[in-house]
């Protein structure tokens, strides 16, 4: 007999990867070129120069053993000392090598943070749309994941419907900015209101409630707009950051958490943190990509390549009808759909070889998510088929 929760987790792939893998069978039948496949998060611009030179520098120079070695659990000291700089010196902050702790990405960021923090039945508040993992991440930490509605309007937070939502078994929120998939950027303003309401129920209920800040797409903001450094709003939190997209680099498994130096009792919570990533076996991140990541500490890949795709693609859209959120940050554009099943839309959307992930993946249905990290000619190309499938709901 085994777990059920493991099995079903095993069994059902997600609706994404489940739209990948029908992308890749159906270039295969009718040619690659043919298919406007926008269903995965998976970046097409190359990783920056300084990680080919930094690779280069580290197989060439370094010490060989030691390149490929464990590292101490949280990571290498002088790499977490590297990025506390950087971050300090970016944010106006106070962090040190013993505020962070490497990872494989943010997911297993989020899993460790989960595991830290949860006892069983504690809630975790999330805002749609929302990256559903959030859920295998929580529940399997024995928590429960709340998710309030989307705001339709603006993409932000409801603070009002937050408010009335936390309650004394809420301990943490997570909260995605730039947000996957929307593209929006919660405002200093949405993140005051939220922190405000964080200490006002912290003293209600006694007890201090986190914000998990799930930064995946940090860099990957357009049009100089600030994304709000959450540890300067609000004490309590954790930061799950990853250099999957700043650094093109998603499959070699490489982030961190940093903990808020302002935090309570931050030497706790980084405790657990420590006992979390040992439960979950991971060990340490890996040896070769921390040394890397330290080498590239301020370097992004060319996120003006993200940009142009989003301007074709978002002004094409809306030339043709579409109603879209206009994404600030990350590689997504969330489109409503053109009839009231995303799911349905985005079967219509098949035939004409659009390949979409409907909103009801991300807790908001109504809407589909385009991952515009593909390569420009493919958005170009894809805009006859937008107007074809418009046409069909005339
Ligand atoms: N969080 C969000 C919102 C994401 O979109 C992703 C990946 O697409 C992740 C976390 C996990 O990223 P990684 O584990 O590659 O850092």
Known sequence: MLPEKMLA????RSAIREIFEYGKKRAKEIGADKVFDFSI?????????????AMLDLVNNEDAVLLHSYTSAPGITEVREKIAEYINAR??????????????GASSGLMICAKAMLLP?????????????????MESAGGKLVVLPADLKHFQIDTEAFEAAVNKNTKAVIINSPNNPSGAIYSAETITKLSDILRRKEKEFGHTIYIIADEPYRELVYDDIEVPFIPNFYNNTVVCYSYSKSLSLPGERIGYIAVSPDMDEWQE????????????????????????VAKC??????????????????????????????????????????????????????KHEILLVAGDEFGCPGYVR???????????????????LAEDYK
């Not at 998060?41 to 030179?53: F, I, R, T, Y």
């Open 269 to 292: 919570m980084y405790a657990a943190i420590c006992g979390a990533g040992r439960a979950c076996g991971y060990v340490c991140a890996s040896s070769f990509f921390q040394l890397l």
């Open 41 to 53: 998060g998976n970046p097409n611009v190359p990783a920056p120069a300084c990680v080919k030179e």
């Open 121 to 137: 039945g504690e809630e975790v508040i999330t805002f749609a749309p929302y990256f559903s993992e959030y859920r295998v991440y």
């Open 370 to 388: 385009i991952s515009y990290c593909v390569r420009t000619d493919q958005i170009e190309n894809s805009l006859s088929a937008f107007a074809a």
């Open 297 to 350: 500490v301020d370097k992004i890949s060319d996120i003006s390549i993200y940009k142009k795709n989003r301007d074709i693609l978002y002004d094409g859209l809306v030339k043709l009808g579409y109603t879209c959120v206009h994404p600030d940050g990350a590689f997504y554009l969330f489109v409503k759909a053109l009839e009231p099943d995303s799911n349905a839309f985005c079967e219509q959307a098949k």
């Open 9 to 12: 987790l095993g069994k059902k």
């Open 91 to 104: 944010f106006g902050t106070k962090f040190t090598a013993d505020h962070l702790y490497m990872t494989s």
